[in-house]
Structure formats: C-alpha cells, structure tokens
C-alpha cells in the first residue's frame, strides 16, 4: 500500500549528539513536510520542500536541517540536540496540484528523546 | 502562529453518544480540515470542508462550516470507544502548511 513511513518509531539521543529522522513516501508526491509536536500541543511546522526547493520557517532554529535527496526520501537533521528539542517528529507528504494545497498524508511519526 | 481553537479542549463521552467539537480560526480559508490522531501516532485526515460548502457527511462524521462567523464543528454520532484520540482543524498557512488548532481530546468510555 501506498504510504509514508518514517524511521525510527523511537529515537533515544544524548544532549548534544546528532541525531538523523528519515522519511520515505510511495505516494509520489511533490511536497514533504517536518512538523514538530510537543507533547499536548498542536505540529508546529518546521520546514518543507516542494520538489526541491527548500521552504524554512522563520523561527525553525538552525540546528534543525533537513536533506531532500529524492522524491522518496527526506531526512531531519537535529545537529546539537537540547532537551527542548525532546518531542514527536511528524512528517507529512502532498500532492502539491495545482488546485490547491489539501490533504496531507502524515506518516506515524518519530518520537525522540533527548537524555 | 496559530489559526484554529478548538473547543471543549477535552470531552469525555459514553460509547453511543453523539460528540460535537468545534472549532474557531482567524483569517480568510480556501478549506479547513479536520484530522484525528491517536495516542502517540500521527495524523489521520477525516475530512475537508471547502469555503463555499455548509456542510459535509462522511460515514459517522458531519462537518458544519460557517464562514461569517469563521467557525466549524465536527460531530461524531452513535460514538465507539474507538473513537477516543486527539481531534485537530486546520486551515492552511501562506506556505501551503497546515496551521492546526491545540485540538479537543475526546474520550469515549465503553
């Protein structure tokens, strides 16, 4: 089935140590979002990229990277990661028609934990 | 910056009972969407509602949108106690994101 599937489920770093999210679709779609979610709390956008043009967020820290290789693939990058930055990590795909932006397909999630 | 508020922001309801949550944002919409997430998992879409639409039905779900006083609601009858996770609206932001509400916490005891 087509699907957006995100690895690890569970992530366990230390303060400090990089750490890398990935995200994989098979719904070939032209747009892949990062949301963060912290806990009780609405996703809150990160970045995302149409094909591949890169679109930050204004108040997205620097730490946080992303990587598009492919359409299939993106990955999140947290350089130095805070106790702050502790939280579920929500990537999301979309066609990207012309017609609009609607439905975004999410996969199930990363939920990371920073020691 | 958040665009939706959800209300009641927790709801804790009998198995075959009807469940309304709604939902207020700020500025002018294309559609709102309405997605549910289970306990630590992600998003699952239910429904979108376009602008010029009043009211939409799919299976148990029944979406109003009032455009004039830029709310929605969602109502979930004859509830099931799989029912019970986290219900979000969301309308879409400048980067064609999707700007959630703080979502209403639905529990539906058997």
């Known amino acids: 089935d087509a699907m957006v599937i995100q690895n690890p489920r569970y992530q366990v770093t230390q303060f400090g140590k990089p750490v890398t999210l990935s995200c994989s679709q098979t719904?070939?779609?032209?747009?892949m979002y990062w949301y963060q979610q912290k806990s009780s709390q609405a996703p809150k956008l990160l970045f995302h990229?149409?094909?591949?043009?890169?679109?930050n967020e204004a108040d997205t820290p620097d730490n946080f990277q992303s990587r598009r290789p492919n359409t299939s693939f993106c990955f999140l990058d947290i350089r130095s990661p805070g106790l702050g930055d502790a939280a579920m990590y929500l990537c999301?795909?979309?066609?990207?028609?012309?017609?609009?932006?609607?439905?975004?397909?999410f996969g199930p999630g990363t939920r990371l934990l920073v020691l | 910056s958040q665009q939706g508020e959800e209300d009641p922001q927790a709801l804790s309801i009998q198995e075959g009972e009807n469940a309304t949550m709604n939902c207020s944002y700020k500025t002018s919409i294309n559609n709102l969407q309405w997605y549910r997430q289970n306990s630590g998992r992600g998003l699952v879409h239910l429904i979108l509602i376009r602008s010029n639409e009043r009211e939409k039905h799919s299976g148990r779900l029944r979406v109003t949108l009032d455009t004039s006083k830029k709310s929605s609601s969602l109502l979930i009858t004859a509830s099931r106690a799989a029912d019970t996770a986290s219900y979000f609206c969301?309308?879409?932001?400048?980067?064609?994101?999707?700007?959630f509400g703080k979502g209403t916490k639905l529990s539906v005891k058997p």
């Open positions: 999301a795909t979309e066609q990207g028609a012309t017609s609009g932006r609607e439905t975004q397909y």
């Open positions: 719904l070939n779609h032209n747009v």
């Open positions: 990229y149409y094909d591949k043009d890169f679109n």
């Open positions: 969301a309308t879409s932001g400048s980067q064609g994101n999707l700007i």
